[in-house]
């Protein structure tokens, strides 16, 4: 078995860590920074807690700590205020803050290869499907978070629909962003079986 | 697993016969035709795969009962459109409900009904066991539920729009797509402990510990 340091991830955690709570000392909207990070923390817990028994590759842990700022950012600014999706709205005058848009994007994109690791390694799945099982997994959890946000919504504003803050208005809003998660997926599945044909036609070294 | 070669699968042909039947009675005269042809776009392209994936992975009697049922539900649904489906007004009088549920029945029945054919390919096609034999179907019935919301948005913004809200089935629901993922998750998770149930009714009882 193959022996795996933890000063890598640690020093992810680390910088993540600072990342996070210097977003987390003024939010826009306390309230709703609250609710954005319910979820987060116990994914960063069991992500550390597992490392003794499962440990992804660096790869995975860089991609997961991006997603986790890009996260971050958005809780920060409630999401629609975003600066960076304010300058993309005026610059394409678009009828939204696309952040969080991207976000979806951007959890398709940087969470599927970690969760190919998940399907190859710890559930030993074989053949071709090692790349579509990661890409349906990012769809299922992107299904199901759609179903908790419009949950929350009814709590939150019962009967307001789309008009509440997660779906700025849009009727269409729970298909687009799964659309865009699923986009990122494939994007970056793409690319990693690309990767991986490449480097596998690279002869490897021949011992003498 | 071994299943027998289809000329001795009786239940089988029993099984497509029926199907097979059903839809042609379902296709004489539908509410919409339109809308009728629409819903089964991806039924023929199901079937499709069904039929040219048999020699190499012939699904067994139990996968195939599941997955008969719940295409012969479909074609009743896509017959009426979906929205005026006899039982789905029965249940609405019945029950003083808002709309014709019977959409939301078939979104149920999805996640009941195809976790186990879900199943069985992905241990036989991807050789998945234990805990991952139940994780990774039901990830792929409910990723599938939410591909499904994905087309049937897309479809109701290019079809003519008097026919895109038939077809979309919404019947005014703001949370249509979430109420219809979640009955797809909660069908699964059914189907998933009846299975568990399923596999401790047919234990040996002699492996089954004895209070005393």
């Known amino acids: 078995m193959k ?12 910088a993540y860590a600072l990342v996070w709570i210097a977003l987390a000392i003024a939010p826009t909207d306390r309230w709703s920074w609250f609710l954005e990070n319910l979820l987060i923390l116990p994914f960063v817990a ?4 597992t490392w003794r028994r499962f440990a992804f590759s660096n790869v995975s842990y860089v991609l997961i700590a991006i997603y ?6 958005g809780a920060h600014y409630t999401y629609r205020q975003v600066p960076l999706g304010g300058w993309v709205r005026a610059a394409f005058e678009l009828q939204r803050n696309p952040f969080d848009r991207i976000g979806h994007c951007a ?5 599927v290869y970690p ?9 030993g799945v074989r053949g071709a499907l090692v790349y579509w099982l990661p890409i349906a997994g990012v769809l299922a959890l992107s299904s199901v978070f759609e179903v908790i ?6 709590i939150v504003s019962p009967g307001a629909g789309p008009t509440w803050l997660g779906a700025q208005g849009d009727e269409w809003d729970a298909q687009m962003d799964m659309a865009a998660a699923l986009g990122g997926a494939c994007t970056a599945m793409l690319i990693a079986c690309l990767i991986e044909r490449m480097t596998a036609r690279t002869p490897a070294v021949t011992p003498p | 697993m071994n299943v027998r070669p289809f000329s001795e699968r009786h239940l089988l042909h029993a099984l497509c016969a029926f199907y097979l039947v059903a839809s042609i ?6 509410v919409k035709r339109d809308d009728w042809l629409l819903e089964n776009l991806l039924v023929f392209a199901f079937v499709g795969l069904l039929i040219a994936t048999y020699r190499r992975l012939p699904l067994g009697d139990l996968s195939c009962v599941l997955l008969f049922f719940f295409l012969l539900l479909h074609a009743v649904g896509a017959h009426y459109s979906y929205s005026e489906v006899p039982l789905g007004y029965w249940a609405k009088e019945t029950f003083g409900l808002s709309r014709n549920h019977f959409d939301r029945l078939v979104h149920f029945s999805f996640g009941l009904l195809l976790l186990q054919p879900a199943r069985e390919v992905l241990m036989r096609v991807a050789g998945v066991r234990g805990f991952w034999s139940w994780c990774l179907p039901m990830t792929l019935v409910v990723s599938l539920s939410g591909l499904f919301e994905i087309v049937e948005a897309v479809a109701a913004w290019n079809v003519k729009p008097e026919l895109g809200i038939a077809y979309l089935g919404t019947q005014g629901d703001v949370w249509d797509a979430q109420k219809d993922m979640a009955l797809a998750v909660a069908g699964a998770a059914l189907a998933i402990l009846l299975a568990q149930a399923a596999s401790l009714w047919r234990r040996p009882a002699s492996r089954v510990p004895r209070l005393r």
């Open chain 1, 3 to 14: 022996l795996v340091s933890a000063r890598y991830p640690l020093t992810l955690l680390a």
């Open chain 1, 46 to 49: 069991v992500l550390t807690l």
């Open chain 1, 68 to 73: 986790l700022c890009v996260h971050a950012i």
């Open chain 1, 107 to 111: 959890f398709g994109l940087l969470l």
């Open chain 1, 115 to 123: 969760l190919r690791e998940i399907v190859g390694r710890l559930a």
């Open chain 1, 149 to 154: 946000e419009a949950v929350v919504a009814d």
């Open chain 2, 25 to 30: 009675v379902a296709a004489i005269d539908p």
